[in-house]
T-cell receptor
């Protein structure tokens, strides 16, 4: 079974600063996908970024980037130039692409990020 | 377009009521999911439909009854719920195509309060 661990329940950062959220996972699979979702106070679950394990290059989406270390099973999210709208719960998630038609997500416990003005 | 819609946004019901939650997507996704989420916790998977057939039921009590009438619509019928069933209910959908396009996209959720 796969597990996803987010060891930082809460973090805060000053507006315009950079913050890194940690995520580690455990799996015996070699091909998988990793995701970061954010859930602001509205509680809409929004996809932030996605990484395919077979890709060496770290994914980036505007101010969001990941540091994917496959051997270390680590998948951290870096948010640059933090904005007040980045305040949210961030969930790291894992999926095996060839695990049957259901393709379930395994979520970490979440990190509550607060951006301070 | 990655929109999943859910209605109603909020629902208050008594323990003897029958109500339904609705989820809709028009992205051609053939896998649809129901999740239950308590505050400050990750979503918990309840049901998965693939090609309109129930493929996973995560030991959910029978007072929750899912239905997938067509490839765009997913319902969750609620009956005789308990106060501990109060939560955010999230719907998600996914393209069945192989590769990274198989990302799950979530709706805005229905906040359910059972009195």
């Amino acid at each position: 079974a796969q597990t996803v661990t987010q060891s930082q329940p809460e973090m805060s950062v000053q507006e315009a600063e950079t913050v890194t959220l940690s995520c580690t996972y455990d799996t015996s699979e070699s091909n998988y996908y990793l995701f970061w979702y954010k859930q602001p106070p509205s509680r809409q679950m929004i996809l932030v970024i996605r990484q395919e394990a077979y890709k060496q290059q770290n994914a980036t989406e505007n101010r969001f980037s990941v540091n994917f270390q496959k051997a270390a099973k680590s998948f951290s999210l870096k948010i640059s130039d933090s904005q007040l709208g980045d305040t949210a719960m961030y969930f790291c998630a894992f999926m095996i692409p060839y695990s049957g038609s259901a393709r379930q997500l395994t979520f970490g416990s979440g990190t509550q990020l607060t951006v301070l003005p | 377009d990655t929109e999943v819609t859910q209605t109603p946004k909020h629902l208050v019901m008594g323990m003897t009521n029958k109500k339904s939650l609705k989820c809709e997507q028009h992205m051609g996704h053939r896998a649809m999911y129901w999740y239950k989420q308590k505050a400050k916790k990750p979503p918990e998977l309840m049901f998965v439909y693939s090609y309109e057939k129930l493929s996973i039921n995560e030991s959910v009590p029978s007072r929750f009854s899912p239905e997938c009438p067509n490839s765009s619509l997913l319902n969750l019928h609620l009956h005789a719920l308990q106060p501990e069933d109060s939560a955010l209910y999230l719907c998600a959908s996914r393209l069945i195509a192989g590769g990274p396009r198989e990302t799950q996209y979530f709706g805005p959720g229905t906040r359910l309060l059972v009195l």
